[in-house]
């Protein structure tokens, strides 16, 4: 039978023992009773030493807690930027720190890694002219303080200052030179005019490198452009080719010219020494053509007639001398006399006087040679 059924006289689970329905607490009762008893109202002693030590319980977990959150880790390749109140106090070192929370904070800043800032865009160059450039600039930063709190965004101040260094080096330079040769000048310009803006910020930060990459012309003259690439580069090929063709001609005419040298120097040489030897031998033959003039015109004629003949290929027969035929291999004859003679040349006027004579007359007979008294008789 329930408890509440008509005719139970049991007791009423909510302490009514008679048994009365008066209905569940009051639940605003029941908060209220706790709360006095928690509260540190008007009650007896027991009841103020619960609400003390309950009140050190809990400021002894806030105080843990508060602890507890202080702890943290600055990693190996970091560095953090301590502010009491604001105020810059130091820097901390990487691994497990405590800081003091509410009062205390720390900034960690990667003083390890090599970040990169890219600039780009249309730029002007000295030759009035537009060229696409694109550069990427790598730093690292070396004081984090500084990096945090000398600008509002140290990056976005050195993203500006390297736009503004590559326009200016850019506006002085020629198109040619930034698009060909010129590139390692300008990115070393580039980075010098870099650290130049930078400096009086103090934005604790160092310039790794500067990579300038390749420059373009706008997409509207690009083929005109490389057209004229071309040229320039068709125009560095012939001036190439055209050394090579003067460094592989001028060894040859210098070699021809020291042999037409040497060749004229050994001409010179022979003619003055011959001219000598004629001299000499003009010498010699003065007494003795002096003291014997008759023998010494035979001998002479007699020797320009063998050297005249020695080298021709006719064959002169004596046929007043004698009635008998005679055999000559005229073809052997002819033979050993092309084989083995060979055209000197006559050293004095009187040998060549005397050879031209004895051509004009190769087809007399010997017998027809003028006699000596005839000679004689000539002279």
Same mark, same amino acid.
Do not use: C, H
């Given at each position: 039978?329930a408890?509440?059924?008509?005719?139970?006289?049991?007791k009423?689970?909510?302490?009514?023992?008679?048994?009365n329905?008066?209905?569940?607490?009051?639940?605003?009762?029941?908060f209220?009773?706790?709360?006095?008893?928690f509260?540190?109202?008007?009650?007896?002693?027991?009841?103020?030493?619960?609400?003390?030590?309950?009140?050190?319980i809990?400021?002894?977990i806030?105080?843990?807690v508060?602890?507890?959150?202080?702890?943290?880790t600055?990693?190996?390749?970091?560095?953090?930027?301590?502010?009491?109140?604001?105020?810059?106090?130091?820097?901390?070192?990487?691994?497990?720190q405590w800081?003091?929370?509410?009062?205390?904070?720390?900034?960690?800043?990667?003083?390890?890694t090599?970040?990169?800032?890219?600039?780009?865009?249309?730029?002007?160059?000295?030759? /009035?002219? +537009?060229?696409?450039?694109?550069? =990427?600039?790598?730093?690292?930063?070396? *004081?984090?303080? !500084? #990096?945090?709190?000398? &600008?509002?965004?140290a990056?976005?101040?050195?993203?500006?200052?390297?736009?503004?260094?590559?326009?200016?080096?850019?506006?002085h330079?020629?198109?040619?030179?930034?698009?060909?040769?010129?590139?390692?000048?300008?990115?070393?310009?580039?980075?010098?005019e870099?650290?130049?803006?930078?400096?009086?910020?103090?934005?604790?930060?160092?310039?790794?490198?500067?990579?300038?990459?390749?420059?373009?012309?706008p /997409?509207? +003259?690009?083929?005109?452009f490389? =057209?004229?690439?071309s040229?320039?580069? *068709?125009?560095q !090929? #012939?001036?190439?080719? &055209?050394e090579?063709?003067?460094?592989?001609?001028?060894?040859?005419?210098?070699?021809?010219?020291?042999?037409?040298?040497?060749?004229?120097?050994?001409y010179?040489?022979?003619?003055?020494?011959?001219?000598?030897?004629?001299?000499?031998?003009?010498?010699l033959?003065?007494?003795?053509?002096?003291?014997?003039?008759?023998?010494?015109?035979?001998?002479?004629?007699?020797?320009?007639?063998?050297?005249?003949?020695?080298?021709?290929?006719?064959?002169?027969? =004596?046929?007043?001398?004698?009635n008998?035929?005679?055999?000559?291999?005229?073809?052997?004859?002819?033979?050993?006399?092309?084989?083995?003679?060979?055209?000197?040349?006559?050293?004095?006027?009187?040998?060549?006087?005397?050879?031209?004579?004895?051509?004009?007359?190769?087809?007399?007979?010997?017998?027809?040679?003028?006699?000596?008294?005839?000679?004689?008789?000539?002279?």
């Open positions: 039978m408890w509440n059924e008509p005719g139970n006289k049991g009423d689970p909510w302490g009514n023992k008679n048994g329905d008066k209905g569940p607490p009051d639940l605003d009762e029941v209220r009773n706790i709360s006095k008893r509260g540190g109202g008007k009650g007896n002693g027991s009841g103020s030493s619960l609400s003390s030590f309950s009140l050190i809990v400021l002894g806030a105080i843990v508060w602890g507890l959150s202080g702890f943290y600055v990693k190996e390749a970091e560095k953090g930027v301590a502010l009491r109140f604001g105020q810059y106090v130091g820097d901390v070192e990487p691994g497990l800081k003091a929370t509410f009062i205390d904070e720390v900034f960690p800043v990667n003083v390890n090599v970040r990169s800032i890219p600039a780009s865009g249309s730029m002007l160059t000295a030759d /009035e002219n +537009v060229v696409l450039v694109e550069l =990427d600039v790598q730093y690292r930063v070396v *004081d984090a303080y !500084r #990096f945090l709190f000398s &600008a509002v965004d990056n976005a101040s050195l993203r500006e200052a390297t736009d503004s260094a590559l326009r200016y080096v850019v506006g330079n020629k198109m040619d030179d930034i698009l060909t040769t010129g590139r390692d000048q300008i990115r070393r310009d580039t980075w010098a870099v650290e130049r803006i930078i400096e009086p910020y103090n934005l604790g930060i160092s310039i790794e490198d500067v990579n300038f990459l390749p420059a373009r012309p /997409e509207e +003259v690009k083929d005109a490389d =057209d004229a690439i040229a320039q580069e *068709d125009e !090929r #012939f001036i190439r080719e &055209a090579a063709y003067a460094r592989a001609i001028e060894p040859k005419a210098r070699g021809q010219v020291q042999r037409m040298e040497q060749q004229a120097n050994a010179k040489e022979r003619e003055i020494l011959e001219a000598r030897g004629k001299v000499a031998r003009f010498e033959l003065l007494p003795q053509y002096k003291a014997a003039p008759e023998v010494t015109r035979e001998r002479l004629y007699l020797d320009t007639m063998q050297t005249v003949m020695s080298g021709t290929s006719k064959v002169l027969v =004596d046929s007043k001398s004698s008998n035929m005679m055999y000559l291999p005229l073809d052997k004859l002819m033979q050993k006399s092309q084989s083995d003679a060979r055209p000197q040349k006559v050293n004095s006027a009187a040998s060549l006087n005397s050879s031209s004579s004895t051509l004009s007359q190769n087809s007399m007979p010997i017998d027809s040679r003028p006699s000596r008294g005839e000679r004689q008789g000539r002279n």
